[in-house]
């Protein structure tokens, strides 16, 4: 017999949101400990785990138990193997590897939105090392701390590639630049997908090492150039399309329109500028953005903005917006395209 005044759906929905966390930290101890590293070599029973790995063997049990009940492993007999979506996305070398994103967000972003709370009275980032100026050219002047970084954003948007490729109509255009592009990751994605295209990555100097043993990895060394310098400051390169992808939104509203308008003063008549970030829309609420929006608060002072509002941007710096979409990633990003008439 049950008491039907009782809310019991959202009782349990809500008692399970509030210990969502430890989800969370199931999934980053197993990345952290190379577990599906491990399994990728074949299945595995607690003792070969313990030993392979150094765990004790006290928590161990309900660990993997975890893990499958989140459909991360599978268990037969006293065998633990991974999952496909284990397989696919969390051992080291796939092509869409979660790994590095996982563990940054295990060492940066965890504690970070502990403090949440806090943020929302003193409007702070709470990131141990908030961005802001010079904050870039700190980060890579340590050469081990900054491949940490940009491996984890290509981790993180391991997804946007592929999507960017087929989002903009690149048939028609020669060249393009990823301006703030990091190490080229997203650029070769493009590049790969249309051998029409040369590309660039325009960055601050101290990412060029990390630029051409990337590209010349992935066999595009020929085909993408490096561009140095800082984007307030320095003209930005001649090409086709600018492409400015998770940059606006670290800056204020006055900065972001000054980029589009330097990128508007860059291009030809018919270049095009694409802009993809973790926007907004009120009247289609997307939870993942809104997240998006919110670590970019704590980690930098930044945030997400609303699609309206960059259209309104580009419109303002001479360009006519063309496209827009909604992205398959992680953070659901938004993509449009503005056209320099």
Not at 12 to 17: D, E, H, M, S, V
């Given at each position: 017999m049950t008491d039907d005044s009782v809310p019991y759906r959202d009782?349990?929905?809500?008692?399970?949101?509030?210990?969502?966390?430890?989800q969370s930290k199931i999934l980053h101890s197993a990345v952290e400990t190379r577990l599906f590293d491990l399994l990728a070599e074949g299945p595995a029973d607690e003792a070969v785990i313990a030993e392979r790995l150094g765990l004790h063997r006290r928590l161990l049990p309900d660990f993997l138990r975890a893990l499958v009940a989140l459909g991360l492993l599978e268990r037969t007999g006293d065998t633990y193997a991974n999952a496909a979506p284990a397989a696919a996305v969390l051992v080291s070398g796939t092509p869409?590897?979660?790994?590095?994103s996982v563990r940054a967000a295990a060492a940066r972003h965890y504690a970070m939105w502990g403090r949440l709370t806090e943020a929302l009275r003193d409007g702070a980032p709470k990131a141990d090392q908030a961005a802001g100026p010079g904050a870039f050219e700190r980060l890579y002047r340590n050469p081990e701390a900054?491949?940490?970084?940009?491996?984890?954003?290509?981790?993180?948007h391991a997804l946007v590639g592929p999507q960017l490729a087929e989002a903009v109509p690149w048939s028609r255009y020669r060249s393009f630049v990823d301006v703030g592009g990091a190490r080229g990751h997203i650029a070769a994605a493009v590049a790969a997908a249309h051998p029409h295209l040369t590309g660039g990555v325009f960055e601050l100097?101290?990412?060029?090492?990390?630029?051409?043993?990337?590209?010349?990895?992935l066999g595009l060394a020929d085909r993408l150039?490096?561009?140095?310098?800082?984007?307030?400051t320095t003209p930005l390169p001649a090409a086709d399309v600018l492409i400015f992808g998770h940059v606006l939104h670290d800056w204020e509203p006055d900065q972001r329109q000054l980029l589009l308008e330097r990128a508007y003063q860059a291009l030809a008549p018919g270049g095009a500028v694409v802009v993809y970030d973790q926007m907004l829309d009120d009247d289609e609420p997307d939870l993942a953005s809104v997240l998006g929006s919110?670590?970019?608060?704590?980690?930098?002072?930044?945030?997400?903005?609303?699609?309206?509002d960059c259209r309104g941007w580009m419109e303002k710096a001479g360009f006519r917006v063309e496209s827009g979409r909604r992205l398959r990633t992680i953070g659901s990003d938004y993509v449009l395209v503005g056209v320099k008439p």
């Open positions: 009782v349990i929905g809500l008692g399970r949101l509030n210990t969502a966390y430890a869409y590897y979660l790994g590095d900054a491949r940490w970084f940009l491996a984890h954003m290509d981790s993180a100097p101290a990412v060029r090492p990390f630029f051409d043993e990337h590209v010349a990895a150039t490096f561009h140095a310098g800082d984007f307030f919110l670590n970019v608060a704590l980690v930098t002072g930044g945030s997400e903005y609303l699609v309206q």
